[in-house]
């Protein structure tokens, strides 16, 4: 049976937000007004702060502004520049994470990020096999949720995967395989269940022949002291 998707092709439609350090500033400006959002952009990637930090190193205490970076992005600028301070370059920076920030940013309201990247590749006349909408507004914050249980245009795995199903589809386009694939996915647990059924009378056999031989070396045993004890 075909499927929708290779798993290669699954796991590289798996969001951005979860694969870059910080997050897409053109998604969060679909909600958001500008100056809504500027005073949280990542100095670094100049994306949206994930989880913000607040640079706090003495140099540059007399900033008009709070110094604002994603986690991810400064650990691997810090670890690509020996610990020096992506704003000056000096040695020994210091930083803290800022929750009120970090609440300020999770707060913000977004649409789904499948929706967005679906109306890019629109935009850019790319062709989309049986186009789906989802009107998934909320908080930013709940969006990983949202993509992992009920957005129509994630992946996923057919329910059957652990049976031997290999199927991937939009989660709009589940219900349609499963209704149309009833008998496949029933032989294919009926065929789970008697290789079931086979391995564990293959380990009945193993025991009960284990048992055998043990049995038989103690009456084998008794006997020679018996003839030991006759002698």
């Known amino acids: 049976m075909q499927k929708e998707k290779t798993s ?29 959002i500027n005073d949280y952009v990542c100095l670094i990637c100049r994306q949206i702060a994930n989880n913000a930090l607040e640079l706090n190193c003495p140099q540059h205490e007399d ?3 709070l110094l604002i970076v994603g986690d991810q992005c400064l650990k691997q600028f810090l670890k690509e520049n020996r610990n020096s301070c992506p704003i000056g370059s000096h040695e020994g920076c210091q930083y803290s994470k800022s ?5 300020y940013i999770g707060d913000l309201t977004v649409m789904c990020l499948k929706q967005f990247e679906q109306e890019l590749r629109k935009e850019k006349e790319e062709e989309i096999p049986g186009i789906n909408k989802c009107d998934f507004k909320g908080k930013l914050k709940e969006i990983k949720d949202h993509l992992d249980k009920s957005c129509p245009l994630s992946v996923i ?7 031997g199903c ?24 009926i065929q789970s269940f008697q ?7 293959l380990h009945q056999v193993y025991f009960f022949h ?22």
């Open 8 to 36: 290669e092709e699954a796991t590289n439609a798996t969001s951005t937000l979860f694969t870059v350090p910080c997050f897409d500033k053109q998604w969060i400006l679909q909600t958001n007004e500008a100056e809504k």
């Open 63 to 65: 900033a008009d502004e």
């Open 99 to 103: 929750r009120p920030l970090q609440k």
């Open 157 to 163: 795995n057919c329910w059957f995967k652990p049976f």
């Open 166 to 189: 290999n199927y991937i589809c939009h989660r709009h386009n589940l219900d349609k395989h499963l209704i149309a694939n009833m008998k496949f996915h029933f032989g294919l647990v």
């Open 195 to 201: 290789s079931m059924t086979q391995t564990i009378q």
């Open 210 to 231: 284990f048992f055998l031989k043990k049995t038989l070396q103690v009456i084998q045993n008794k006997n020679k002291k018996r003839m030991k004890a006759i002698n």
